[in-house]
Protein backbone atom coordinates (compact mmCIF):
# COMPACT_ATOMS: atom_id res chain seq x y z
CA UNK A 1 0.00 0.00 0.00
CA UNK A 2 1.37 3.50 -0.87
CA UNK A 3 1.86 6.05 1.45
CA UNK A 4 -1.08 8.17 -0.34
CA UNK A 5 -3.11 5.07 -0.10
CA UNK A 6 -2.76 5.24 3.87
CA UNK A 7 -3.23 8.82 3.88
CA UNK A 8 -6.48 8.77 1.70
CA UNK A 9 -7.48 5.51 4.05
CA UNK A 10 -7.13 7.57 7.25
CA UNK A 11 -10.11 8.59 8.55
CA UNK A 12 -11.16 11.05 11.03
CA UNK A 13 -8.84 14.28 11.21
CA UNK A 14 -6.57 13.17 14.28
CA UNK A 15 -6.25 9.68 12.43
CA UNK A 16 -5.08 11.44 9.26
CA UNK A 17 -3.15 13.92 10.94
CA UNK A 18 -1.02 11.38 12.85
CA UNK A 19 -0.36 9.40 9.92
CA UNK A 20 1.08 12.69 7.80
CA UNK A 21 3.26 13.43 11.17
CA UNK A 22 4.58 9.50 10.82
CA UNK A 23 5.10 9.53 7.13
CA UNK A 24 6.33 13.44 7.41
CA UNK A 25 9.38 12.35 9.86
CA UNK A 26 10.12 8.97 8.30
CA UNK A 27 10.85 9.44 5.10
CA UNK A 28 14.65 10.06 4.44
CA UNK A 29 15.51 9.00 7.99
CA UNK A 30 17.92 6.08 6.64
CA UNK A 31 21.89 6.31 6.78
CA UNK A 32 23.61 5.68 3.93
CA UNK A 33 27.04 4.46 4.22
CA UNK A 34 28.37 7.01 2.64
CA UNK A 35 27.34 8.83 5.01
CA UNK A 36 27.96 6.72 8.03
CA UNK A 37 31.60 7.14 6.85
CA UNK A 38 31.83 10.19 5.96
CA UNK A 39 30.18 11.39 10.16
CA UNK A 40 33.08 8.66 11.29
CA UNK A 41 35.63 10.48 9.41
CA UNK A 42 34.89 13.64 11.60
CA UNK A 43 34.40 11.81 14.71
CA UNK A 44 37.44 10.21 14.58
CA UNK A 45 39.07 14.10 13.85
CA UNK A 46 37.34 15.42 16.48
CA UNK A 47 38.83 12.64 18.78
CA UNK A 48 42.24 13.62 18.37
CA UNK A 49 43.92 10.28 16.15
CA UNK A 50 41.97 7.65 14.58
CA UNK A 51 40.68 5.10 16.64
CA UNK A 52 41.54 2.63 14.71
CA UNK A 53 44.48 2.37 11.36
CA UNK A 54 43.22 0.92 9.27
CA UNK A 55 39.65 1.33 9.90
CA UNK A 56 37.89 -1.65 9.68
CA UNK A 57 33.96 -2.01 9.17
CA UNK A 58 32.15 -5.56 8.37
CA UNK A 59 29.54 -5.16 5.80
CA UNK A 60 28.01 -8.09 4.58
CA UNK A 61 27.12 -8.29 0.41
CA UNK A 62 24.84 -10.73 -0.79
CA UNK A 63 22.31 -11.70 -3.75
CA UNK A 64 18.96 -13.32 -3.38
CA UNK A 65 20.71 -16.83 -4.36
CA UNK A 66 23.18 -18.47 -1.99
CA UNK A 67 26.12 -17.67 -3.88
CA UNK A 68 26.22 -14.25 -2.95
CA UNK A 69 25.59 -14.42 0.54
CA UNK A 70 29.35 -14.25 1.31
CA UNK A 71 31.33 -11.75 2.28
CA UNK A 72 32.65 -8.43 2.57
CA UNK A 73 35.20 -6.38 4.24
CA UNK A 74 35.60 -3.37 3.74
CA UNK A 75 38.59 -0.63 4.48
CA UNK A 76 37.91 3.39 4.12
CA UNK A 77 41.29 4.85 3.05
CA UNK A 78 42.16 8.21 4.48
CA UNK A 79 45.16 8.95 2.25
CA UNK A 80 46.88 12.68 2.35
CA UNK A 81 43.65 14.88 1.05
CA UNK A 82 41.80 11.89 -0.29
CA UNK A 83 38.21 11.92 -0.64
CA UNK A 84 36.35 9.09 1.74
CA UNK A 85 36.87 5.56 0.24
CA UNK A 86 36.36 1.79 -0.15
CA UNK A 87 38.23 -1.12 -1.15
CA UNK A 88 37.39 -4.32 -1.92
CA UNK A 89 39.89 -7.25 -2.00
CA UNK A 90 40.18 -9.54 -4.46
CA UNK A 91 37.24 -12.50 -4.35
CA UNK A 92 35.34 -10.15 -2.33
CA UNK A 93 32.02 -8.07 -3.15
CA UNK A 94 31.12 -4.60 -1.26
CA UNK A 95 27.09 -3.74 -1.10
CA UNK A 96 27.61 0.28 -0.89
CA UNK A 97 24.38 2.33 -0.81
CA UNK A 98 25.50 5.30 -3.06
CA UNK A 99 22.96 8.51 -2.44
CA UNK A 100 19.77 6.78 -4.72
CA UNK A 101 22.00 3.94 -5.77
CA UNK A 102 21.97 0.50 -4.33
CA UNK A 103 25.45 -0.74 -5.59
CA UNK A 104 28.27 -3.60 -5.25
CA UNK A 105 31.73 -3.06 -5.68
CA UNK A 106 33.26 -6.14 -6.78
CA UNK A 107 36.89 -6.72 -5.76
CA UNK A 108 39.69 -6.37 -6.70
CA UNK A 109 38.78 -2.53 -6.74
CA UNK A 110 38.82 0.87 -5.17
CA UNK A 111 36.02 3.59 -4.81
CA UNK A 112 36.46 7.03 -3.38
CA UNK A 113 33.38 9.48 -3.02
CA UNK A 114 34.34 13.20 -4.44
CA UNK A 115 30.97 14.28 -3.65
CA UNK A 116 27.55 14.09 -1.90
CA UNK A 117 24.46 15.76 -2.32
CA UNK A 118 20.69 15.56 -2.92
CA UNK A 119 20.95 16.41 -6.17
CA UNK A 120 23.95 14.77 -7.46
CA UNK A 121 26.26 11.89 -5.98
CA UNK A 122 29.87 11.84 -7.83
CA UNK A 123 32.31 9.11 -6.80
CA UNK A 124 35.60 8.04 -8.63
CA UNK A 125 36.02 4.57 -9.70
CA UNK A 126 40.29 3.78 -9.33
CA UNK A 127 39.91 -0.05 -10.45
CA UNK A 128 37.70 -3.04 -10.60
CA UNK A 129 34.56 -3.36 -11.19
CA UNK A 130 30.88 -1.41 -9.81
CA UNK A 131 27.71 -2.52 -10.24
CA UNK A 132 24.75 -0.30 -9.73
CA UNK A 133 21.07 -0.21 -9.63
CA UNK A 134 20.19 3.85 -9.80
CA UNK A 135 16.80 5.62 -8.43
CA UNK A 136 17.35 8.49 -10.02
CA UNK A 137 13.86 10.94 -9.78
CA UNK A 138 13.61 14.59 -10.67
CA UNK A 139 17.16 16.27 -10.34
CA UNK A 140 19.09 12.93 -9.21
CA UNK A 141 22.32 12.15 -11.06
CA UNK A 142 24.53 9.75 -10.45
CA UNK A 143 28.24 10.69 -11.66
CA UNK A 144 31.57 8.47 -11.88
CA UNK A 145 34.69 9.50 -12.61
CA UNK A 146 36.58 6.76 -14.09
CA UNK A 147 40.03 6.65 -16.32
CA UNK A 148 39.26 8.37 -19.56
CA UNK A 149 35.70 8.65 -19.06
CA UNK A 150 33.22 10.49 -16.66
CA UNK A 151 29.89 8.52 -16.39
CA UNK A 152 26.40 10.16 -15.39
CA UNK A 153 23.09 8.03 -14.95
CA UNK A 154 20.04 8.77 -14.10
CA UNK A 155 17.83 5.96 -13.18
CA UNK A 156 19.17 2.64 -14.31
CA UNK A 157 20.84 -0.67 -14.12
CA UNK A 158 24.20 -0.81 -15.26
CA UNK A 159 28.16 -1.40 -14.63
CA UNK A 160 31.41 0.50 -15.18
CA UNK A 161 34.53 -1.83 -15.64
CA UNK A 162 38.15 -0.15 -15.35
CA UNK A 163 40.63 -2.00 -16.67
CA UNK A 164 44.17 -0.08 -16.14
CA UNK A 165 43.26 3.23 -18.73
CA UNK A 166 40.13 1.68 -20.09
CA UNK A 167 36.75 2.18 -18.99
CA UNK A 168 34.17 0.25 -20.11
CA UNK A 169 30.16 0.71 -19.65
CA UNK A 170 27.11 -1.94 -19.91
CA UNK A 171 23.56 -0.98 -19.02
CA UNK A 172 20.44 -3.44 -18.81
CA UNK A 173 18.10 -1.05 -17.80
CA UNK A 174 17.94 3.20 -18.74
CA UNK A 175 20.82 5.01 -20.81
CA UNK A 176 23.80 6.25 -19.81
CA UNK A 177 25.91 9.03 -21.10
CA UNK A 178 29.74 8.16 -20.99
CA UNK A 179 31.88 11.49 -22.02
CA UNK A 180 35.34 10.50 -22.91
CA UNK A 181 38.08 12.56 -24.23
CA UNK A 182 37.03 12.19 -28.13
CA UNK A 183 33.54 12.42 -27.31
CA UNK A 184 29.78 11.59 -26.06
CA UNK A 185 28.12 8.64 -26.11
CA UNK A 186 24.90 7.60 -25.29
CA UNK A 187 24.49 3.43 -24.00
CA UNK A 188 20.76 2.82 -23.95
CA UNK A 189 19.48 -0.89 -22.97
CA UNK A 190 21.70 -4.04 -23.49
CA UNK A 191 24.50 -1.75 -24.74
CA UNK A 192 27.80 -1.34 -23.80
CA UNK A 193 30.96 0.41 -24.57
CA UNK A 194 34.47 1.85 -24.00
CA UNK A 195 36.44 4.60 -23.92
CA UNK A 196 39.17 3.26 -26.19
CA UNK A 197 36.61 2.38 -28.95
CA UNK A 198 34.47 4.20 -31.14
CA UNK A 199 31.08 2.57 -31.04
CA UNK A 200 28.87 0.97 -28.56
CA UNK A 201 27.97 -3.12 -28.86
CA UNK A 202 26.08 -5.70 -27.03
CA UNK A 203 26.69 -6.89 -23.89
CA UNK A 204 28.69 -9.41 -22.92
CA UNK A 205 26.90 -12.88 -21.83
CA UNK A 206 28.95 -12.50 -17.81
CA UNK A 207 28.31 -8.46 -18.00
CA UNK A 208 24.46 -9.52 -18.15
CA UNK A 209 24.70 -12.41 -15.89
CA UNK A 210 26.54 -9.81 -13.58
CA UNK A 211 24.07 -7.09 -13.96
CA UNK A 212 20.64 -9.56 -13.18
CA UNK A 213 22.25 -10.84 -10.14
CA UNK A 214 22.59 -7.74 -8.68
CA UNK A 215 19.07 -7.05 -9.32
CA UNK A 216 18.07 -9.72 -7.42
CA UNK A 217 20.40 -9.06 -4.99
CA UNK A 218 18.64 -5.30 -4.71
CA UNK A 219 15.60 -6.68 -4.66
CA UNK A 220 15.95 -9.25 -1.89
CA UNK A 221 18.02 -6.51 0.43
CA UNK A 222 15.10 -4.22 -0.12
CA UNK A 223 12.01 -6.33 0.37
CA UNK B 1 44.87 -5.46 8.33
CA UNK B 2 42.58 -8.31 9.39
CA UNK B 3 40.27 -10.07 7.18
CA UNK B 4 36.41 -10.68 8.75
CA UNK B 5 34.17 -12.49 7.45
CA UNK B 6 30.19 -11.84 7.95
CA UNK B 7 27.12 -12.81 6.18
CA UNK B 8 23.57 -10.65 5.87
CA UNK B 9 22.16 -12.63 7.92
CA UNK B 10 24.61 -13.09 10.54
CA UNK B 11 25.50 -9.23 10.53
CA UNK B 12 21.82 -8.75 11.32
CA UNK B 13 21.35 -11.46 13.78
CA UNK B 14 24.29 -9.92 15.48
CA UNK B 15 22.53 -6.14 15.27
CA UNK B 16 19.39 -7.93 17.41
CA UNK B 17 21.70 -9.32 20.56
CA UNK B 18 23.96 -6.24 20.84
CA UNK B 19 22.65 -5.71 23.95
CA UNK B 20 24.35 -8.30 25.75
CA UNK B 21 27.31 -7.36 24.13
CA UNK B 22 27.24 -3.84 25.10
CA UNK B 23 28.62 -4.09 28.42
CA UNK B 24 31.47 -6.11 27.08
CA UNK B 25 32.15 -3.40 24.85
CA UNK B 26 32.69 -0.64 26.85
CA UNK B 27 34.66 -2.70 29.09
CA UNK B 28 37.01 -3.01 26.41
CA UNK B 29 36.50 0.76 25.77
CA UNK B 30 37.35 1.60 28.91
CA UNK B 31 40.54 -0.78 29.01
CA UNK B 32 41.59 0.92 25.60
CA UNK B 33 40.47 -0.87 23.08
CA UNK B 34 40.08 1.21 20.22
CA UNK B 35 38.12 -0.73 17.94
CA UNK B 36 35.69 -1.13 20.69
CA UNK B 37 34.32 2.30 20.14
CA UNK B 38 34.08 2.11 16.65
CA UNK B 39 32.25 -0.87 16.79
CA UNK B 40 29.73 1.18 18.85
CA UNK B 41 29.68 3.54 15.95
CA UNK B 42 28.88 0.79 13.67
CA UNK B 43 25.78 -0.94 15.45
CA UNK B 44 24.11 2.13 16.50
CA UNK B 45 24.74 4.96 14.29
CA UNK B 46 22.00 4.35 11.74
CA UNK B 47 19.38 4.19 15.21
CA UNK B 48 20.83 7.17 16.19
CA UNK B 49 20.25 9.21 12.59
CA UNK B 50 16.84 7.49 12.69
CA UNK B 51 16.00 8.85 15.87
CA UNK B 52 17.32 12.51 15.07
CA UNK B 53 15.36 12.72 11.99
CA UNK B 54 12.07 11.10 13.79
CA UNK B 55 12.06 14.05 16.25
CA UNK B 56 13.64 17.00 13.71
CA UNK B 57 12.66 15.96 10.67
CA UNK B 58 14.83 16.16 7.44
CA UNK B 59 17.08 19.19 8.73
CA UNK B 60 20.32 19.32 7.06
CA UNK B 61 22.26 19.34 10.75
CA UNK B 62 21.18 15.75 11.39
CA UNK B 63 25.04 14.74 10.06
CA UNK B 64 26.96 17.06 12.75
CA UNK B 65 23.98 16.20 15.38
CA UNK B 66 24.93 12.45 14.80
CA UNK B 67 28.68 13.55 14.99
CA UNK B 68 27.92 15.43 18.40
CA UNK B 69 25.60 12.26 19.84
CA UNK B 70 29.19 10.09 19.29
CA UNK B 71 30.61 12.49 20.80
CA UNK B 72 29.16 12.48 23.85
CA UNK B 73 28.78 9.55 24.14
CA UNK B 74 32.56 9.19 23.79
CA UNK B 75 32.87 11.52 27.10
CA UNK B 76 30.12 10.22 28.81
CA UNK B 77 31.58 6.25 28.89
CA UNK B 78 34.21 6.88 31.19
CA UNK B 79 31.79 7.92 34.23
CA UNK B 80 28.70 5.49 33.14
CA UNK B 81 27.93 2.98 35.48
CA UNK B 82 26.07 0.78 34.15
CA UNK B 83 22.51 1.75 35.51
CA UNK B 84 20.88 1.72 31.87
CA UNK B 85 21.59 -0.24 28.67
CA UNK B 86 23.84 1.05 26.49
CA UNK B 87 21.31 1.46 23.73
CA UNK B 88 19.49 3.92 26.41
CA UNK B 89 22.35 5.48 26.69
CA UNK B 90 22.88 6.29 23.26
CA UNK B 91 19.14 7.46 22.72
CA UNK B 92 18.93 9.67 25.41
CA UNK B 93 22.02 11.37 24.21
CA UNK B 94 20.47 11.87 21.09
CA UNK B 95 17.25 12.96 22.33
CA UNK B 96 18.99 15.53 24.06
CA UNK B 97 20.91 16.75 21.21
CA UNK B 98 17.92 16.95 19.24
CA UNK B 99 16.14 18.88 22.24
CA UNK B 100 19.19 21.37 22.29
CA UNK B 101 18.48 21.60 18.62
CA UNK B 102 15.04 22.53 18.65
CA UNK B 103 15.41 25.44 21.53
CA UNK B 104 18.14 26.96 19.30
CA UNK B 105 16.69 26.99 15.99
CA UNK B 106 13.67 27.74 17.75
CA UNK B 107 10.56 28.45 15.47
CA UNK B 108 12.14 27.70 12.07
CA UNK B 109 10.23 24.75 10.58
CA UNK B 110 12.16 22.05 9.15
CA UNK B 111 10.61 21.89 5.57
CA UNK B 112 12.48 20.69 2.72
CA UNK B 113 13.25 23.29 0.46
CA UNK B 114 13.82 20.95 -2.59
CA UNK B 115 11.22 18.57 -4.42
CA UNK B 116 13.69 15.66 -3.53
CA UNK B 117 12.29 15.06 -0.41
CA UNK B 118 8.37 15.08 -1.42
CA UNK B 119 9.21 12.98 -4.73
CA UNK B 120 10.48 9.73 -1.93
CA UNK B 121 7.60 10.78 -0.44
CA UNK B 122 5.22 10.91 -3.20
CA UNK B 123 4.62 8.20 -5.61
CA UNK B 124 4.81 9.31 -9.23
CA UNK B 125 1.59 7.86 -10.03
CA UNK B 126 -0.04 10.30 -7.77
CA UNK B 127 -1.60 13.46 -10.09
CA UNK B 128 0.06 16.84 -10.01
CA UNK B 129 -3.17 18.49 -8.37
CA UNK B 130 -2.58 15.54 -5.39
CA UNK B 131 1.25 15.94 -5.54
CA UNK B 132 0.64 19.55 -4.62
CA UNK B 133 -2.27 18.94 -2.21
CA UNK B 134 -0.14 16.73 -0.25
CA UNK B 135 3.05 18.66 -0.48
CA UNK B 136 1.13 21.29 0.89
CA UNK B 137 -0.25 19.65 3.92
CA UNK B 138 2.91 17.98 4.70
CA UNK B 139 4.44 21.85 4.74
CA UNK B 140 1.75 22.57 7.26
CA UNK B 141 2.84 19.55 9.36
CA UNK B 142 6.40 20.46 9.74
CA UNK B 143 5.50 24.29 10.44
CA UNK B 144 3.00 22.93 13.25
CA UNK B 145 5.31 20.81 14.92
CA UNK B 146 7.87 23.81 15.01
CA UNK B 147 5.69 25.87 17.08
CA UNK B 148 5.42 23.26 20.32
CA UNK B 149 7.45 23.19 22.55
CA UNK B 150 10.70 20.46 22.31
CA UNK B 151 9.89 18.49 25.47
CA UNK B 152 6.10 18.18 24.29
CA UNK B 153 7.44 17.96 20.69
CA UNK B 154 9.76 14.99 21.84
CA UNK B 155 7.29 12.86 23.98
CA UNK B 156 4.53 13.47 21.46
CA UNK B 157 6.48 12.04 18.19
CA UNK B 158 8.23 8.80 20.25
CA UNK B 159 4.68 7.51 20.47
CA UNK B 160 2.94 8.96 17.34
CA UNK B 161 5.62 7.92 15.25
CA UNK B 162 7.65 5.11 16.93
CA UNK B 163 4.46 4.03 18.61
CA UNK B 164 6.47 4.03 22.22
CA UNK B 165 4.66 3.54 25.16
CA UNK B 166 4.68 5.89 27.96
CA UNK B 167 6.92 3.99 30.13
CA UNK B 168 9.25 3.51 27.31
CA UNK B 169 9.44 7.12 26.45
CA UNK B 170 9.95 7.49 30.20
CA UNK B 171 12.95 5.89 30.14
CA UNK B 172 14.35 7.67 27.34
CA UNK B 173 13.54 11.26 28.34
CA UNK B 174 14.03 10.60 32.41
CA UNK B 175 10.63 11.21 33.68
CA UNK B 176 7.70 9.85 34.99
CA UNK B 177 5.24 7.93 33.15
CA UNK B 178 2.14 10.10 34.54
CA UNK B 179 4.63 13.05 33.09
CA UNK B 180 5.02 11.88 29.82
CA UNK B 181 1.34 10.76 29.02
CA UNK B 182 0.72 14.44 30.18
CA UNK B 183 3.03 15.78 27.65
CA UNK B 184 1.53 13.45 24.99
CA UNK B 185 -1.84 14.21 25.81
CA UNK B 186 -1.32 18.67 25.69
CA UNK B 187 1.00 17.97 22.60
CA UNK B 188 -1.75 16.60 21.04
CA UNK B 189 -4.10 18.67 21.60
CA UNK B 190 -1.48 21.55 20.96
CA UNK B 191 -0.71 19.94 17.08
CA UNK B 192 -4.60 19.20 16.60
CA UNK B 193 -5.35 23.31 17.42
CA UNK B 194 -2.48 24.48 15.13
CA UNK B 195 -3.15 21.99 12.58
CA UNK B 196 -6.99 22.79 12.41
CA UNK B 197 -6.24 26.78 12.28
CA UNK B 198 -3.46 26.28 9.49
CA UNK B 199 -5.83 24.44 7.61
CA UNK B 200 -8.44 26.96 7.53
CA UNK B 201 -6.00 30.16 7.03
CA UNK B 202 -5.02 27.90 4.17
CA UNK B 203 -8.45 26.98 3.09
CA UNK B 204 -9.73 31.12 3.22
CA UNK B 205 -6.43 32.23 1.11
Partial sequence: MSREDVLRDATGAAERRDELVRVALTTGDELDDIRRAKIWSRVEDRLGEPVHAPWRWLLAGGAGALALAAVVMLIAMRGRGAADGFVAPPDATLSLRLGHASAALVGPARLDVVETGEQATTVALRSGRLLAEFEGGHGRTLRIQAPGATIEIVGTLFAVDVRGAVTCVAVAHGRVRMTTFARVIEIGAGRSACSDTPIDHAIAEDMRDALAHHAAAVAVASA | ?205
Fill in chain 2, 1 to 205: MIAALAVLAAVRASEAVVDDDDAALIARHRAGDREAFATMYRTHAAAVYRRLSRILGPVPERDDLTQDVFLALHRALPAFRGEARLTTLIHRIAINKACEHLRTTARRPATPTDGAFFDDLLSLAASPAERASWREELERVFACLARIKPKKRVALLLRVVDGMSFEEIAVLVDATPEAVAKRVQHGQRELDELFARASREARMS
